[in-house]
């Protein structure tokens, strides 16, 4: 089952924030994260796929078929929201079979049913369990179960791990990834969490203002940015304004780098993005792309220290990732200055 959307428009009433001329598609068994600072217009994406919010422009369609008139019960979607949304006075077997209950199938079959979900998800023993007992891992487990029962032809996350501990976070990741591979669910994830979406997508789109900024395989959009705007967004960097002023030479004001340029003219404004772990420190001296300064600002991460790498007239300091700060210079091979347009 695909998920597309094509040049959807939504406006919140009496105002011109909203959705603007969104096209994206989430191919059958796929995972498409969606990103983005707060107020981008991600979980307003979901509940117009959803059909928690009408109203709007272009077309939603799944399997081929225009879901812009269908009522929320008639789209079989599932969905899992942040709050989990479970009810405390059902027990977990009942919360799990609760919307095989509203298309009345029969009370032995959908018990068989739930029970089958809840062996998937690891909480067979936990049926009979009033949801109160669980922990916050295991209730978004059971969460997700009940999404799954009732067969969806679309699944839909909402911030599904920001209630949990980080402990708790990368293990139930993982499970819910593996869990949405072997339904070979097509789903779209809301995340504000960057190592939740590069980790478990095929995919991520980031939004920024109700527009969508780029979607793109997790590696490509980190080491291939389409702007600024998402290189600032996705991961760490280096970002600083520079000046093509050679063929593979950019000037940064206080230093030259050697970079591919392509077919950018000299005088071309550019930003130059360096991410922290291409950061080479102390080069040998005569190193193509040394720069000279001190380490300033650390920051220990157990298997490496996060540093800021002052450079005499830049505007900002350099982020490096290693074992060891710098001491004295930094290098970065010019493969790994990556150069967008203004």
């Not at 096209?23 to 796929?49: H, M, N, Y």
């Not at 109700?210 to 960097?237: D, M």
């Amino acid at each position: 089952m695909s998920l597309v959307l094509d040049q959807v428009s939504y406006r919140y009433p009496g105002t011109t924030q909203g959705l603007h001329d969104i096209s994206l598609d989430v191919r059958t068994g796929e995972l498409v994260a969606v990103i983005g600072p707060s107020g981008s217009g991600k979980s307003t994406l979901l509940k117009l796929v959803s059909g928690l919010e009408t109203g709007h422009s272009g077309r939603i369609a799944l399997d081929g078929e225009d879901l812009s008139n269908k009522p929320v019960h008639q789209r079989h979607i599932g969905m899992v929201f942040q709050s989990y949304a479970l009810f405390p006075h059902l027990d977990v077997l009942d919360n799990v079979a609760y919307g095989l209950k509203l298309r009345k199938m029969p009370a032995a079959e959908r018990t068989r049913r739930a029970q089958e979900l809840l062996d998937v998800v690891g909480l067979g023993d936990y049926a009979q369990r009033a949801v109160a007992q669980l922990s916050g891992g295991q209730q978004q487990r059971v969460a997700l179960a009940r999404a799954l029962a009732i067969d969806p032809r679309a699944l839909l996350l909402d911030e599904p791990l920001s209630a949990l501990d980080a402990s708790v976070r990368g293990h139930l990741r993982d499970q819910i990834r593996a869990i949405q591979q072997r339904f070979n669910a097509t789903t779209l994830l809301v995340t504000h969490d960057q190592e939740e979406a590069l980790t478990m997508a095929d995919r991520v789109a980031v939004m920024k203002d109700g527009r969508l900024l780029q979607i793109a395989a997790p590696r490509e959009l980190y080491e291939r940015p389409a702007s600024r705007a998402v290189a600032q967004f996705v991961g760490l960097s280096t970002l600083l304004p520079a000046t093509v002023c050679a063929s593979d030479r950019v000037d940064l004001g206080f230093a030259e780098l050697a970079a591919p340029t392509g077919s950018r003219r000299p005088g071309a404004a550019v930003h130059v993005l360096i991410r922290p772990e291409h950061i080479q420190g102390d080069p040998p001296a005569g190193s193509l792309n040394r720069l000279t300064g001190r380490a300033g600002a650390q920051r220990f991460l157990g298997a490496l220290t996060r540093y800021d790498f002052e450079v005499p007239g830049a505007s900002r300091p350099f982020l490096a990732d290693s074992a060891w700060p710098a001491r004295e210079a930094i290098g970065i091979a010019p493969e790994h200055v990556r150069l967008l347009d203004d």
